[in-house]
């Protein structure tokens, strides 16, 4: 990877967008301690504390703006559940689906209602967390000035983001919404190795550290593997010339949901402990949440279940092994071995099935690992499955990226070495 960045800088145009880039992220990290007017941001830190769950994965996420509860403390992620919802209407709604199969202007047009998902989205979200604050007694002078600034503020900042990182992709070295949230959960590192130095137990602070190698090389040899369907193109006659009659495959990743599965479950699991924790539960309320927890058994298990359910789930939304078929039908190709059409279909739902039901076991075990690590070394363990799968997945994608821009230019990189 370091060679790879090395080889970008020596070309003056890939300088300029790592220039440009890096610009873009300084702004981002200054941005992540500009706090909300109005707001105490002491008393925020101290009231959330050291919490885990979707609270504790939008603050990775965010880079620690949303405990300082500064102007980029949704981060991106309003942008990503409007574009993960806009995906969900794509399939559901046949004029959505149309513009997504017309040409660039029918994309572009489905990414302008994205931005203004965000808008909205962000604004629930800022009214919900200001509303929170109200309850929490954390606002300093609560008022309804105080209330539409703190939620202007926060809107605008995840519109900020938002067109930063488009800028990002744009005239950067792309990828910018990913690179954002690559860098934002790499700035919690120092916070993290301080916590392992504050225990003084360097014999576990060095297994766990290896246990950690182990497990990158293993989510870089998962996200790199896929099943290759092998398809052949029957030949033909158009005028005085024979066309077709090449090999190729169709490559299936082993898990196509990626991290969407874990985001989900984990988003719906603590969703109630989210809304409780700016509240006082008492009660029934207050064990069932207990038991919501993924540091509890019945936590831990029900979030294996949701993840397992939700990588089958968007699988079956993203992947079209129907329309897969019928294309390669009018185009005079298919499968070896398989008849054109349904079978083809079916072949090809099997396939999908058998290896997402690998990629969501492993999923939900690097989801679970650092609980598991916590347990046995009774030790808090500073990173989660989720921001360790997001950073290992970005920095391979940034680096493919980065190497086919070289070779695009001609430039011998580690692929041709």
Same mark, same amino acid.
């Given at each position: ?311 089958? &789930? *968007?699988?079956? #939304?993203?992947?079209? !092994? =129907? ?5 390669? +039908?009018? $185009?005079? @190709? /298919? ?26 076991? &492993? *999923?939900?075990? #690097?989801?679970?690992? !650092? =609980? ?5 070394? +009774?030790? $808090?363990? @500073? /990173? ?34």
């Amino acid at each position: 990877m370091f060679k790879i960045l090395a080889n970008a800088w020596k070309i003056q145009d890939l300088r300029k967008k790592l220039i440009y880039t890096l610009m873009m992220l300084v702004v981002i990290r200054l941005g992540a301690h500009i706090p909300v007017p109005g707001v105490d941001s002491a008393a925020i830190a101290n009231f959330l504390g050291d919490k885990g769950g979707a609270l504790g994965l939008l603050n990775a996420i965010s880079g620690g703006a949303f405990k300082n509860m500064t102007i980029f403390a949704m981060g991106i992620v309003p942008y990503i559940n409007a574009t993960i919802i806009m995906q969900l209407l794509t399939v559901a709604i046949p004029k959505l689906e149309q513009l997504s199969k017309e040409s660039e202007e029918g994309r572009k047009k489905l990414m302008q209602y994205s931005r203004y998902g965000t808008v909205v989205l962000a604004a629930i979200q800022a009214f919900g967390i200001t509303y929170g604050l109200k309850n929490a007694g954390i606002l300093i002078n609560p008022n309804i000035l105080s209330y539409v600034i703190a939620i202007l503020s926060l809107t605008a900042g995840t519109a900020f983001i938002m067109w930063i990182g488009e800028q990002i992709t744009e005239k950067g070295i792309g990828n910018g919404i990913s690179i954002i949230i690559f860098v934002n959960i790499l700035s919690g590192i120092p916070q993290g190795i301080s916590v392992f130095v504050q225990y003084g137990r360097w014999i576990e602070t060095g297994i766990l550290l290896l246990l950690f190698i182990l497990i990158i090389a293993f989510v870089v040899l998962i996200q790199q593997g896929e099943r290759r369907i092998p398809v052949q193109y029957s030949k033909k006659m158009v005028g005085r010339k024979m066309y077709g009659g090449q090999s190729t495959y169709i490559p299936i990743k082993v898990n196509i949901a990626g991290v969407i599965s874990i985001i989900f479950a984990i988003s719906l699991l603590q969703f109630p402990e989210t809304i409780a924790q700016f509240f006082n539960p008492t009660g029934i309320v207050q064990t069932a949440i207990a038991w919501l927890r993924i540091t509890h058994w019945f936590g831990a298990s029900l979030y294996v279940l949701l993840i397992i359910f939700f990588t089958f &789930f *968007y699988t079956a #939304i993203v992947f079209n !092994p =129907i329309e897969i078929a019928n294309n390669m +039908k009018k $185009n005079g @190709g /298919f499968v070896p071995g398989i008849r054109p059409g349904k079978p083809t279909s079916d072949y090809m739902t099997t396939v999908v099935n058998r290896i997402t039901l690998v990629g969501a076991i &492993f *999923y939900a075990f #690097i989801a679970i690992t !650092p =609980i598991i690590f916590s347990v046995i070394f +009774k030790m $808090n363990i @500073g /990173f989660g499955g989720t921001t360790l799968l997001i950073v290992v997945g970005v920095a391979l994608e940034t680096v493919k990226q980065l190497e086919s821009q070289m070779l695009m230019r001609h430039y011998k990189g580690f692929l041709s070495e």
